[in-house]
């Protein structure tokens, strides 16, 4: 039980922390993209500004113009022109062709650079033309088009650099945000620990004190039911003496519940190959009479040679409790079915009576001590038990690697436990 809340503790943070690793670096690269795309856009801007068939930027290493050459090209083009020429403008490699309307090539702008030629570039610009885009990316260069009087000027930046830059911080990113996870996978289980300890502790407190109290009260309810005894024979029979002896008989099944909660819980017991089918079969046979009395009928599906590996001693009293808690909250004249079969990997004993549907918030809480559902569905013999017939199954099918689970459908009330089939 605590094993599986120390992993959904280390689940839940992993998950939060992963979220916020993932998000943050999502925030991180969406912004660092933006802010580029928006310096590139500026700096193609730029450099269109400045060009002419005449002056070529690329050639001069984009020396800035003057502001009377800068004012006579601004016109020239489309947007906010900037009136001071950043560093990254300066640093950018920038290549460029003019084509006229025609398609034919009337200047190529190759920088100083030898990486791309004249023949390239004029088939980059082509490609770029041809695809009808204003801006995008090819390859290694940046491109965006250019509206010019008489001729479109497609400009090209290089991205080599910024593409290795992104790529590097990509991948350290990773390689140290996983290395984060891991070591706070480690800190997270630590942490888990400690949470789940103090419950650990009080749980195991209450399970001795359950033990305990079974013990303690053993003696007096037997002295009790002694004397009674005793005081029947001197002054005959009496309705306190008779109150009395209810109350004690009621005391005497707490104590036996209890000790036998205990004992499943912390003594560990043998266990072998058991015939399930026919375990299943006797225990059905043996309260079928109880469910004569009540007008209620049995009603049984048990496959035939179903193993498992467990105690037969537990697995009656599992059975038992199931099929008892049934005959106790159905109404005379209903049936209750009894399934035992081998489905998906697994041994499905099923037991199903007629009843109100239980709010899903408290299916859970069936199985845990002392819980007793609200009067309404409590049967007429219900002051006869405490809530630890469920807690005793559930501990008994815990111990033996099963699952058990109640189900509600169609005015049915489903207790259903499943057992790994023995190999």
């Known amino acids: 039980m605590f094993k599986k809340t120390r992993i959904r503790i280390v689940a839940v943070i992993m998950l939060v922390l992963t979220l916020i690793f993932l998000g943050t670096l999502a925030i991180i690269y969406a912004s660092s993209y933006l802010e580029t795309a928006n310096s590139n856009s500026e700096n193609a801007k730029r450099y269109a500004a400045q060009y002419s068939l005449d002056n070529q930027p690329g050639e001069d290493s984009h020396k800035p113009?003057?502001?009377?050459?800068?004012?006579?090209?601004?016109?020239?083009?489309?947007?906010?022109?900037?009136?001071?020429?950043?560093h990254s403008f300066r640093v950018t490699t920038f290549y460029s062709v003019a084509v006229d309307?025609?398609?034919?090539?009337?200047?190529?702008?190759?920088?100083?650079?030898?990486?791309?030629?004249?023949?390239?570039?004029?088939?980059?610009?082509e490609s770029v033309l041809k695809s009808g885009k204003d801006d995008g990316t090819d390859k290694d260069l940046i491109y965006s088009t250019y509206d010019k009087d008489n001729y479109t000027l497609v400009v090209f930046m290089d991205n080599t650099i910024i593409s290795e830059s992104f790529s590097t911080l990509f991948r350290y990113t990773l390689i140290f945000g996983s290395i984060a996870l891991v070591l706070i996978f480690f800190i997270s289980v630590y942490?888990?620990?400690?949470?789940?300890?103090?419950l650990e502790k009080s749980y195991q407190v209450q399970k001795q004190f359950i033990s305990d109290a079974g013990h303690e009260l053993k003696t007096p309810v037997s002295v009790v039911s002694a004397n009674l005894e005793l005081l029947e024979r001197e002054i005959g029979e009496n309705q306190w003496l008779d109150n009395v002896r209810y109350e004690n008989e009621h005391m005497g099944k707490l104590v036996e519940q209890l000790l036998e909660l205990a004992r499943t819980?912390?003594?560990?017991?043998?266990f072998e190959a058991v015939d399930f089918s026919r375990l299943v079969n006797g225990e059905a046979l043996t309260l079928e009479s109880v469910a004569f009395e009540k007008e209620i009928k049995l009603n049984t599906d048990i496959g035939g040679s179903v193993f498992i590996n467990g105690n037969a001693t537990q697995l009656k009293q599992l059975v038992t409790i199931l099929i008892d808690n049934a005959l106790q909250h159905s109404a005379v004249g209903s049936e209750i079915s009894i399934i035992l079969k081998e489905q998906h990997g697994n041994v499905r004993l099923s037991v199903i009576n007629d009843g109100e549907e239980i709010p899903a918030e408290q299916r859970a809480a069936l199985f845990e001590r002392f819980y007793r559902a609200d009067d309404a569905r409590n049967g007429i013999n219900s002051e006869k038990h405490y809530g630890l017939g469920l807690a005793i199954a559930k501990a008994i099918v815990t111990g033996h690697k099963g699952k058990i689970s109640v189900l509600c459908y169609r005015g049915k009330i489903e207790f259903e436990v499943l057992f790994p089939i023995k190999k």
């Open 65 to 86: 113009d003057n502001s009377s050459d800068l004012t006579a090209t601004a016109s020239e083009a489309p947007g906010r022109i900037p009136n001071k020429e950043t």
């Open 101 to 125: 309307d025609n398609g034919n090539v009337l200047a190529v702008d190759a920088g100083q650079s030898e990486i791309y030629d004249e023949a390239t570039l004029t088939a980059f610009a």
């Open 191 to 198: 942490l888990a620990r400690c949470i789940v300890k103090p």
């Open 265 to 270: 819980e912390n003594v560990a017991v043998a």
